[in-house]
């Protein structure tokens, strides 16, 4: 473990968190898309949206039956004439003879005349008449226009995030297209000589770039929109070309490595001179970060091992990127810990954990490199910068990955 202090002129997690938030907050003003029904769904609504007819939007059956006069069933069981059958669909004008009943199917038009349905169970019928064997009152069975929602009604909330019953309601009264909120969108751009993608042969000292499909994967899962994945090599003049394409097609920017005290650290060497801000947040993994704004657009520069991008997108990203796509907040709960935890002074830990009877216990040492690891935790558990050793049954926060 490595148990090195913090420095002393270390951000705290929650200063550097206020600082993602408010680079990225601005982006809650995007532009508005009207889109077609079939492509609303996980979209934001821009503007409230309400009802342009009443539902239903006409008196129909509630039940397939027998539409009558509820005073011709004074007296029963009555045996009444048949006069024709209604289905859904039909017009619905031809009114209902006195003394006589109306087959009638449900969502059918109600007949003129008609103030109550019979349901098919109560009656018997021999195809010419029909025996009803229980009375109804006026109403009975029948849907009154706008008795679900009237005309000019809100039917769904500006900022809604829409769902499948949301696009059912709004496919009801007849609407086609819907306001909403452009996604964010996001380019990765990952660094470093010794990445190499997927697919390809390993040279000496080389091994496959997982951050920039796993931060696309990552910003896909919390409502953004990535537009475009790249790579860049450990070359000033290439990271610049790329980064200009980055900001020039993305609302935000995420780049992994390049960022800590190495000799070849591209991303810090470059945004540095146009402003960037790079440092230490006393946290593990995941210590050093940067933020930068290019042409207006917010990069947050992450480390390149592969759990300290992950995890620092889990902390700093994810909250604001949630809230901005209109998904509901991912809280932090306390369970108690099934094993002992060691952790360095001064540095909050970010332990890779999986919840077990009640507990958490941990799936991996705290190296930054252990991405495999990583896939078998389900969250991460929060330890304080101020605790170094924690017996098991201590009580920590855990967040769902």
Same mark, same amino acid.
């Given at each position: 473990? /490595? ?9 705290s997690?929650?200063a ?9 907050r ?15 769904l ?7 949206v ?6 239903p939007v006409?008196?129909?059956s509630?039940m397939d039956g027998y539409?009558v006069r509820?005073?011709?069933l004074a007296t029963v ?7 024709g059958?209604?289905a ?5 004008? =031809? ?8 087959k009638?199917?449900t ?18 019928t021999?195809?010419?008449?029909? =025996? ?5 009152? +006026?109403g009975?069975?029948v849907?009154?226009?706008?008795t679900?929602?009237? =005309?000019?009604d ?19 009264v007849g609407l086609t297209?819907v ?10 751009l990952?660094?470093g000589?010794e990445?190499?993608?997927?697919? +390809?042969?390993l040279?000496?000292?080389?091994i496959?770039?997982? /951050? ?7 910003l896909a899962? /919390? ?15 290439s990271f ?28 810090k060497?470059?945004?540095a ?5 790079f ?18 657009v917010?990069?947050l520069s992450?480390?390149? /091992? ?25 809280p ?6 099934r ?15 999986r919840?077990?009877?009640g507990g ?7 190296g930054s490199?252990?991405?495999a690891a990583?896939a ?12 170094t ?6 009580t920590v926060?855990v967040?769902?990955l």
């Amino acid at each position: 473990m /490595n148990t090195r202090p913090a420095p002393a002129s270390a951000w705290s997690v929650e200063a550097h968190r206020d600082r993602v938030e408010q680079l990225l907050r601005p982006l809650a003003w995007r532009e508005i898309d009207r889109v077609p029904m079939t492509a609303a769904l996980g979209r934001r609504l821009a503007a409230d949206v309400v009802a342009p007819v009443d539902l239903p939007v006409f008196r129909n059956s509630a039940m397939d039956g027998y539409a009558v006069r509820s005073a011709s069933l004074a007296t029963v069981p009555v045996t009444l004439p048949l006069a024709g059958v209604i289905a859904a669909g039909d017009h619905g004008g =031809t009114p209902l003879p006195d003394g006589a009943a109306l087959k009638i199917m449900t969502g059918a038009p109600l007949p003129p005349g008609a103030d109550c349905v019979v349901p098919v169970e109560d009656t018997v019928t021999d195809g010419v008449t029909v =025996t009803i064997e229980q009375a109804r009152a +006026t109403g009975d069975f029948v849907r009154e226009p706008g008795t679900d929602v009237r =005309t000019g009604d809100l039917l769904v909330a500006a900022g809604t995030l829409v769902a499948p019953r949301h696009i059912a309601v709004l496919a009801a009264v007849g609407l086609t297209t819907v306001p909403v909120f452009r996604p964010v969108h996001a380019a990765v751009l990952t660094t470093g000589d010794e990445l190499v993608p997927a697919g +390809t042969p390993l040279g000496p000292g080389q091994i496959y770039d997982s /951050n920039g499909i796993a931060l696309a994967a990552a910003l896909a899962a /919390n409502g953004v929109e990535v537009v475009s994945i790249e790579h860049s090599r450990d070359d000033a003049a290439s990271f610049r070309e790329q980064l200009t394409a980055a900001t020039e097609s993305a609302d935000v920017v995420f780049t992994s490595g390049g960022v800590s005290k190495g000799d070849f650290e591209v991303v810090k060497d470059v945004l540095a001179t146009l402003g960037g801000e790079f440092g230490s947040v006393a946290m593990q993994p995941g210590g050093p970060q940067g933020l930068s704004v290019i042409g207006g657009v917010p990069v947050l520069s992450f480390p390149g /091992n592969p759990v300290s991008t992950l995890v620092s997108f889990e902390v700093f990203a994810r909250p604001i990127l949630r809230e901005l796509a209109g998904l509901p907040a991912i809280p932090g709960y306390a369970v108690p810990l099934r094993v002992p935890v060691r952790s360095p002074a001064g540095r909050r830990q970010f332990l890779r954990g999986r919840l077990e009877s009640g507990g958490v216990t941990l799936v991996s040492g705290p190296g930054s490199h252990l991405i495999a690891a990583m896939a078998q935790a389900d969250v991460l558990i929060d330890i304080p910068a101020a605790a170094t050793e924690l017996a098991a049954g201590t009580t920590v926060e855990v967040r769902e990955l």
